[in-house]
């Protein structure tokens, strides 16, 4: 298990935005949390996104970034 780093759409920090590898200027980027991998509303937001799209980013699952 790993912690993400998340920017959600409001900050009610129910539904992702988008990923990134480190903390973000919250003025650039607002509504910034974490979670774990093992999280549900990453592992949906996660297994949305095109294959393409996983690429580096921690797998939900435990496995490693592809």
């Given at each position: 298990m790993a912690t993400v780093y998340l920017q959600f759409t409001d900050e009610t920090h129910t539904k992702i935005l988008s990923y990134f590898t480190c903390?973000?200027?919250?003025?650039?980027?607002?509504?910034?949390?974490?979670?774990?991998?093992?999280?549900?509303?990453?592992?949906?937001?996660?297994?949305?996104?095109?294959?393409?799209a996983q690429q580096g980013m921690p797998d939900p699952s435990g496995g490693t970034a592809i």
């Amino acid at each position: 298990m790993a912690t993400v780093y998340l920017q959600f759409t409001d900050e009610t920090h129910t539904k992702i935005l988008s990923y990134f590898t480190c903390p973000q200027d919250p003025e650039q980027y607002p509504h910034q949390g974490t979670l774990e991998t093992d999280d549900p509303l990453y592992r949906d937001y996660y297994e949305s996104l095109p294959l393409v799209a996983q690429q580096g980013m921690p797998d939900p699952s435990g496995g490693t970034a592809i």
